[in-house]
């Protein structure tokens, strides 16, 4: 009988069978900041506390008031005049009672200049709305601090975000598509034993059709590097032929009919991608020859002392392979067969994690580290996703913003398309630069639109100017900027939260590859486009 499963296990079901356990736990145990609970942050906040959020901080000094209960649904007319960070905070708490929720009643400005440690107690910040000038005292201070810093900005029709984080690590990246790790083209001494103990030619019928179809591509294989100088087919040429070998050896009925055999089909099928050769890619081998796995001392994080010790295997024990990931795909097959397959592979890749855990626990030895800074379950997590490694480090927005390093031929290379979503950064920079000689956006009173136009175009030149930017930006995404009047719609401010806490939740579980570094989105047109700035 099936062991009833918790409460928690029922509610996080689904978001469960995404990232773990051990993914849930680190999302229970995050600590997560939101600067300026407007529309787009109470809904970044929504979606980060219905999955389990362990606590939240609200940092607003802002008092509510009836356009802020107009567009935000974690507001009530009777929130108006109270502190609108304890007002939301007490709407948002009622989602998801394992949360803790905090808020603090002033400014982030404030806080800056009177305590700025208080954000570095944070797994993430999240930054919504704020003026530039904040957003980039924010960054400096986080980027030293090496907390995670996520901005969001809704403003009209365009959803803006931009990832600040110095390094991101990622263990399980769950790409898209990835190879199965079969090592058919390198067996090891325990799969070719394994593959030996089968002669598909005296098997009896329900034998041979039941055989798993990774064992029928083997067999094949020794008879194809018999004529082929131990050769793996290349080509699609010699792939057909290849299969055309395996085909020959379904058996016939009594007529001369070929039989069903399923398993023949599944290897047919499989050829392509059972017969890629194993190898590491050129993304890993740039992490195995970072200075950080070089130069390990007492402060290396855990990430990196892993990779050490799996480069360290890669170079020794592994022969230039990785560890194996252990775990074969689903296929038919009688069940003794798949899973004495099953456990060939899966004894290998417990092998190599303990090979590689002795790397690791000598590094430990040579830094005095103790013992137990690395689990024995990490590692195998570690091994198994070894081939999946990603780090992410993205630019500063102080080196974003400074015109000495700027990206000039990112901004050049998209504005090939006058329409492209780069021309929405570029407006929202210089409705800053708006702000900063005007104490206000554009277009925030009707009977002033037709004036700011001009003061805007003349705020859009002079930024291409010094960035010595050789682009236009038309006419109509001026009047559109103007006309937006610094609004927050609701359904952009909804989607930017969700994807926001996506991010977010990438961030905090180290699963899943975040973007890097600027996402933009285009209401007008459903479009969005990442830039690294």
Known sequence: MAEQKTNKEQRYDRQLRLWGDHGQEALENAHICLINCCATGT????????PGIGAFTIVDGHKVNGEDVGNNFFLSSDSIGKNRAQAATEFLQELNSDVSGNFVEESPEKLLENDPEFFHRFALVIGVQLPESVCLRLGAELWNARVPFLVCRTYGLVGYMRLVVKEHTVVESHPDNALEDLRLDQPF??????????????????DHSHTPWIIVVAKYLEKWYNEHDVQLPKNYKEKEAFRQLIRGGIRTNESGA??????????IKNVNTALNATKISSAVEDIFNSEQCENITSQTPVFWLMVRGVRDFVRNEGNGLLPLRGTIP?????????????????????????VVSKHIQTHLQNVGKPPECVSENDIRLFCKNAAFLRVVRCRSLAEEFSTDTFYKDTITSSMDNPDSEMVLYLMLRSVDRFYQQHSRYPGV????????ISKLKVCVNSLLQELGLSVSVKDDYIHEFCRYGAAEPHTVAAFLGGAAAQEAIKIITHQFVPFNNTFIYNAMAQTSATFQL
């Open 258 to 267: 070929p039989e069903e055999e399923e398993n023949f089909d599944e290897a």
């Open 189 to 206: 001494t325990e799969l070719k034993n394994h593959f030996a103990s089968y002669n598909l030619d005296n098997m009896e019928k329900r």
């Open 445 to 452: 009173y009707n009977y002033q639109v037709e004036e700011d």
């Open 330 to 354: 689903d296929m038919i097959a009688d069940s003794d067969k798949f899973i004495n397959l099953q456990n060939v592979y899966r004894e290998k890749a417990l092998q190599d994690a303990a």
């Open 43 to 50: 809904e970044i906040l929504k979606n980060l506390i219905l």
